[in-house]
T-cell receptor, first 116, second 111 residues
Framework: GESVGLHLPTLSVQEGDNSIINCAYS??????FIWYKQESGKGPQFIIDIRSNMDKRQGQRVTVLLNKTVKHLSLQIAATQPGDSAVYFCAETGEDSGGGADGLTFGKGTHLIIQP | KAGVTQTPRYLIKTRGQQVTLSCSPISGHRSVSWYQQTPGQGLQFLFEYFSETQRNKGNFPGRFSGRQFSNSRSEMNVSTLELGDSALYLCASSFVGYGYTFGSGTRLTVV
């Protein structure tokens, strides 16, 4: 089946540095992408999303880039803080022909570790 | 605005039993989807409901079922529990397929 994947299971960065987490997807029909942050014992927390008609979207300290040509998604976190330590997942979905949702397909996650 | 509420938070069941989990979506959201999270398989889509109708189903056996009520609340049921069903079960509510918001999940342990 088609899936969304992340390149690195673990990413270690220095506090204050910028972090970049990457994701490759294979379903060319996907038109909506989301990044989630999951802390231990909690459900995934919505960070930022992007539609397929956009290349870039910015939030507070986060930027998502979408390259549809190579089916690549990235999450950039500026000035990484200790509270950013978590597992980050990318997810994708597409609207079905009836206008309902297909459900999310998740990548395997990247554990972001912040070094002091 | 209240978030997605899942109950119970924790459950311990014995092999062969059945279990029902509940999810109350964000007010105004009509779509609820369910996911299973395990260390080995990650987050996997179970099924999605929209206006009381199952719209899509993931690759899980028929022991996994669900339903949605007229107030958009959803339940999922797992019958004849197996040890491998131990997982964190998450539900997400969305507004017509966008802005999926997750609950804290139900941690199911099968012994």
């Amino acid at each position: 089946g088609e899936s969304v994947g992340l390149h690195l299971p673990t990413l270690s960065v220095q506090e204050g540095d910028n972090s970049i987490i990457n994701c490759a997807y294979s379903n060319s029909a996907s038109d909506y992408f989301i990044w989630y942050k999951q802390e231990s014992g909690k459900g995934p927390q919505f960070i930022i999303d992007i539609r397929s008609n956009m290349d870039k979207r910015q939030g507070q300290r986060v930027t998502v880039l979408l390259n549809k040509t190579v089916k690549h998604l990235s999450l950039q976190i500026a000035a990484t803080q200790p509270g950013d330590s978590a597992v980050y997942f990318c997810a994708e979905t597409g609207e079905d022909s009836g206008g309902g949702a297909d459900g999310l397909t998740f990548g395997k996650g990247t554990h972001l570790i912040i070094q002091p | 605005k209240a978030g997605v509420t899942q109950t119970p938070r924790y459950l311990i069941k014995t092999r062969g039993q059945q279990v029902t989990l509940s999810c109350s979506p964000i007010s105004g959201h009509r779509s609820v989807s369910w996911y299973q999270q395990t260390p080995g398989q990650g987050l996997q889509f179970l099924f999605e409901y929209f206006s009381e109708t199952q719209r899509n189903k993931g690759n899980f056996p028929g022991r996994f079922s669900g339903r949605q009520f007229s107030n958009s609340r959803s339940e999922m049921n797992v019958s004849t529990l197996e040890l491998g069903d131990s997982a964190l079960y998450l539900c997400a509510s969305s507004f017509v397929g966008y802005g999926y918001t997750f609950g804290s999940g139900t941690r199911l342990t099968v012994v």
